[in-house]
């Protein structure tokens, strides 16, 4: 039997991940009232049960003081039952730009207090405790759905080992700016540019021909093969000192050729890792 339970900032992404779970062959059950919180999971653990994979939600939406969730989720602890919890995060700015573009209201925002920003920090306050508790904490500031249903299916379907950090890489052109989010920034500005090439101008690093005139390079392997090692020597201490998303920004002049080579060799070669959860997104590519 499997019992997870999916919590999180609201606009995090728990209404999407418990579509991907219910997908995956779970049942899912969305703000059940506190109280049959113990009920349900006393008839999951019942022998002969044909429920075997269930997906729990739980948000401040549930109408208790969240305290009260978590004394149900710690008592049950205690009395050893078995369970996981997922906790949906995303940066403020990301939460605040998803509710103004759906029009909708914060759930802990009212006439007296409206303002959406006063909402995200109320909740993530009220839900700080029950996050360092979360066995995985998955940021989808810029993630996209089908790297989130890899997530999901690589941690509860596929069983494999989880390490809460979210890897984004970015490639991006320097004349329309650095990505605000970049913790890491690199600059290939260094290598030949295929813009000058007239057969290879209007093409990006996606396609075979670009690709081949970057990496023909030796200065190319020599970058990346560095910057693997570095990374390499990096994301498990990020891991330990618990961070859950890092973003990874390639740029080069316009981000169309070279930092998207890069940004895609660099993917492939974490993506073979298996190790951290993982996203690739081509900012500038027209």
């Known amino acids: 039997m499997k ?80 369970f996981e919890i997922l906790f949906m995060d995303a940066s403020p700015e990301a939460l605040l730009k998803r509710y103004k573009e759906t029009r909708r209201l914060h759930p802990l925002s009212n006439e007296a207090n409206p303002r959406i920003e006063n909402g ?14 979360a066995d995985y904490v998955i940021d989808t500031t810029n993630v996209l759905t089908r790297n989130l249903r890899e997530e999901l299916e690589r941690i509860f379907v596929r069983n494999e080992e989880y390490n809460s950090l979210m890897v984004n890489i970015i490639s991006f052109g320097f004349k329309h700016g650095i990505p605000a989010d ?73 981000g169309q050729h070279r930092s998207v080579t890069l940004a895609n060799m660099l993917y492939r070669h974490i993506r073979d890792k298996g190790q951290y959860g993982l996203s690739l997104s081509h900012r500038d590519i027209r």
């Open 3 to 82: 019992f997870v339970v999916v919590t999180g900032m609201s606009g995090g992404g728990k209404s999407t991940a418990l579509k991907m779970l219910e997908d995956m062959g779970f049942y899912c059950i969305d703000n059940l009232p506190v109280p049959l919180i113990e009920k349900l999971m006393e008839l999951i653990v019942t022998p002969n049960t044909e429920l075997q994979k269930v997906a729990l939600g739980l948000d401040v939406r549930a109408g208790l003081d969240f305290r009260q969730v978590e004394k149900s989720l710690d008592k049950l602890r205690g009395s050893g039952y078995i």
């Open 120 to 133: 995200i920090a109320r909740e993530q306050e009220i839900l700080s405790s029950i996050k360092k508790k």
């Open 182 to 254: 970049a913790d890491l920034v690199f600059d290939v500005r260094f290598l030949p540019n295929p813009f000058y090439i007239e057969e290879l101008k209007m093409l990006t690093g996606n396609d075979g021909a670009v690709r081949d005139y970057v990496m023909g390079f030796p200065e190319a392997g020599t970058f990346l093969c560095k910057l693997e090692d570095l990374l390499e020597f990096l994301l498990p201490g990020y891991v330990q000192e618990g961070k859950h998303q890092l973003v990874i920004a390639i740029g080069c002049t316009g």
